[in-house]
Nanobody, 131 residues
């Protein structure tokens, strides 16, 4: 059974940083797209970033939503079976519950606007950014 557990959320002031982690059990990160999504109060869930290994596992493809480009970095540590989301220069509008999710289809292109592609989800971790 695939389980994803997020951690690293918390409360920070604007301009601060947090690093979220998503550890998988019952599953090994390989050629599947792993994404981070977030849902702010009263808003729909949106894709934030995603990562997928290249077929040779020597490179990774990443994608970001425009509002976090240059501030957030997604990375993958296969030895730890963990995907990270480094969030810098945080803004109050980044406040949300952050979820990680895995696309079960191997080698499918990461499309964070297609939430339906992601079949496994974690329980979420709260990020609160104060001004």
């Amino acid at each position: 059974q695939v389980q994803l557990v997020e951690s690293g959320g918390g409360s920070v002031q604007a301009g601060g940083s947090l690093r979220l982690s998503c550890v998988a059990s019952g599953y090994t990160y390989s050629g599947n797209c792993v994404g981070w999504f977030r849902q702010a109060p009263g808003k729909e869930r949106e894709g934030v970033a995603a990562i997928r290994a290249g077929t040779g596992y020597t490179s990774y493809y990443t994608v970001y939503t425009d509002s976090v480009k240059g501030r957030f970095t997604i990375s993958q540590d296969n030895a730890k079976n963990t995907v990270y989301l480094q969030m810098n220069i945080l803004k109050p509008e980044d406040t949300a519950i952050y979820y990680c999710a895995v696309d079960a289809v191997l080698w499918r292109q990461c499309v964070i606007s297609h939430e339906g592609n992601f079949g496994y989800w974690g329980q979420g971790t709260q990020v609160t950014v104060s001004s």
